[in-house]
C-alpha cells in the first residue's frame, strides 16, 4: 500500500510551460514534505521542501503549495526548461528524534520539449 | 560543498555471493541511511544508523546486514546474492542541524547480479 500517492505518473511539457506534479497522504503524523529530482543513473537530490504549518514556498522557478486538510501538496515548475528533465519524487517524512523517515511517491518522469 | 561518497559505483557478483557496499556521509552528518532502487521505482528503505546505533528498519532482507563505524562511514553486507537484488543502493545522510529532516543522496552503487 503506497502512503504517498503521486500523479502523474510522466508528464510532457514544453519548454517555457508550467508543469504541475501532485501527491497526496494520509498519515497525518507525517511532518516534513520534500521534492527530490534525480536524472537516470544518479542519486536523488533534494529539492525543495515544505512543513505543514506553511502553506506556499517558493525557491526560483520551483513551489510547493500544501493544502493540510486535504491532505495534498504540489511542486510547480514554472518556466520549464529541457534541463528540468527528470523524475521528481515528493516524499512524506517522520522525525524519530535521530533519523527522519522518507516515504517516497511513485516518481514522475518529465520531459520538456523544445 | 562535500557530498555523500559511495563505493563501488558499480558491481557485478554472480548468484550466491557476496558483496560490501561502503558509504562516507557528508562530514558533521551523524545519520546513515540505506535505500535500494529497482528500475523505474522509488526508492525504498532499508536501514538507518545514529551513532552507530540501528535506528530503524525497513524491508531489509535477512541476508543483508549493515553497520556504522566510529567515523561514521557505513557499510552494506549483502549475502547469498540473488538475480532480484539487482538494483541501484543509494546511501543518504542527514545531520542534527536540520533536525534530521533533510536527507542527502550519494551517487549509488550498481549491482548487478549474473
Known amino acids: 500500500q503506497q502512503q504517498v500517492k503521486q500523479s502523474p505518473q510522466s508528464l510532457i511539457v514544453q519548454k517555457g510551460g508550467i508543469s504541475i506534479i501532485n501527491c497526496a497522504y494520509e498519515?497525518?503524523?507525517?511532518?516534513?514534505f520534500p521534492w527530490y529530482q534525480q536524472f537516470p543513473g544518479k542519486g536523488p537530490a533534494l529539492l525543495i521542501a515544505i512543513r505543514p504549518d506553511v502553506s506556499e514556498k517558493k525557491e526560483g522557478r520551483f513551489t510547493i503549495s500544501f493544502n493540510k486538510s486535504a491532505k495534498q501538496f504540489s511542486l510547480h515548475i514554472m518556466d520549464s526548461q529541457p534541463g528540468d528533465s527528470a523524475t521528481y519524487f515528493c516524499a512524506a517524512s517522520i522525525n524519530t528524534g535521530t533519523a527522519s523517515k522518507l516515504t517516497f511517491g511513485t516518481g514522475t518522469r518529465l520531459q520538456v520539449t523544445l | 560543498a562535500a557530498g555523500v561518497i559511495q563505493s563501488p559505483r558499480h558491481l557485478i557478483k554472480e548468484k550466491r555471493e557476496t558483496a560490501t557496499l561502503k558509504c562516507y556521509p557528508i562530514p558533521r552528518h551523524d545519520t546513515v541511511y540505506w535505500y535500494q532502487q529497482g528500475p523505474g521505482q522509488d526508492p525504498q528503505f532499508l536501514i538507518s544508523f545514529y551513532e552507530k546505533m540501528q535506528s530503524d528498519k525497513g524491508s531489509i532482507p535477512d541476508r543483508f546486514s549493515a553497520q556504522q563505524f566510529s567515523d561514521y562511514h557505513s557499510e552494506l553486507n549483502m549475502s547469498s546474492l540473488e538475480l532480484g537484488d539487482s538494483a541501484l543502493y543509494f546511501c543518504?545522510?542527514?545531520?542534527?542541524?536540520?533536525?534530521?529532516?533533510?536527507?542527502?543522496f550519494g551517487p549509488g552503487t550498481r549491482l548487478t547480479v549474473t
Open positions: 543518504a545522510s542527514s545531520s542534527k542541524g536540520t533536525g534530521y529532516y533533510e536527507q542527502y
Open positions: 498519515n497525518t503524523a507525517f511532518d516534513y
